[in-house]
């Protein structure tokens, strides 16, 4: 079993991510490789101290790179399990 405070990493901050959360009342989180969705939701409940109402989960897959410092040889950017986390009406989370 993974620790509540390790399966959140770090917050996901780009513009469609701040979309969902300004429109919609969704947050993305990068978390740990091994969580499932309960555990996720669990964690999230634990950490912000709101309710959670659905957590869709994907596995962001990683994207091979050429390395022009190495003549041109392949490598790799590394990949992630990114969630999104729905919450109940009225309640946020001050991320900043």
Excluded: C, W
């Amino acid at each position: 079993m993974i620790d509540a405070d390790k399966i959140l990493i770090e917050t996901v901050v780009t513009e469609k991510a701040v979309a969902l959360t300004s429109d919609v009342n969704q947050y993305t989180f990068k978390v740990h490789p091994l969580a499932n969705r309960l555990s996720i939701a669990r964690a999230v409940e634990k950490t912000f101290g709101v309710k959670v109402t659905g957590v869709n989960v994907m596995n962001v897959k990683r994207k091979a790179k050429v390395d022009r410092a190495r003549r041109g040889k392949l490598g790799y950017k590394g990949g992630m399990k990114k969630a999104i986390i729905s919450l109940q009406e009225g309640d946020r989370i001050e991320i900043i």
